[in-house]
């Protein structure tokens, strides 16, 4: 159950992030708009730029199912200034989450996960840190990157951010 949640879960959005950048890039080339008008676009100065919240949605996804799985987390440079690279990015991290197999899961709803957060270290049963922590994590970056593009006129709907626009 655990591996569903967590693994298909993340596994889908990241493919429906994917989709949002292939839209992203093909709004710039068709408004001759420069990639960075959105790459390094803010919602508000004290928020990351989107290369950022695509970075961390990555990062949230993959150490959080690498924890679960009892495993530590792999580390992702954040070296990313383009379109194609956050899209390697985002395989990257569907490719690792995809290498965890199903039996790794087992107990994984009462294992306790250690994780860093707020300069402190945190431990939360299994379900709690995936339902609580890591996945609204995931999802707040993920649709901040979603605002960010709507933001910038890219046209989107609840289907794309859903993943299962035609």
Known sequence: MMYSLAVL??????????GLLTRAEAHCESKKITP???????????????????QLACDFAARGSARLAGVPPRSFPDSEATFAELQARIQAA??????????????????IVTFPAGGREMQMAG????????M??????????YNILRHNGV???KADFMGVAA
């Open 9 to 18: 879960t993340f596994d889908r959005f990241l493919a429906a992030l994917s």
């Open 36 to 54: 960075d008008a959105i790459l390094q676009f803010r919602l508000f100065p004290d928020m990351f730029p989107f290369t950022v919240q695509v």
């Open 94 to 111: 569907r490719d690792y989450i995809a290498g965890f197999e199903p039996a790794a899961y087992e107990g994984a709803d009462e294992r």
């Open 127 to 134: 379900r709690d840190y995936l339902t609580l922590y890591a």
């Open 136 to 145: 609204p994590q995931f999802f707040f970056h993920m649709t901040t990157a």
């Open 155 to 157: 046209e989107l709907g």
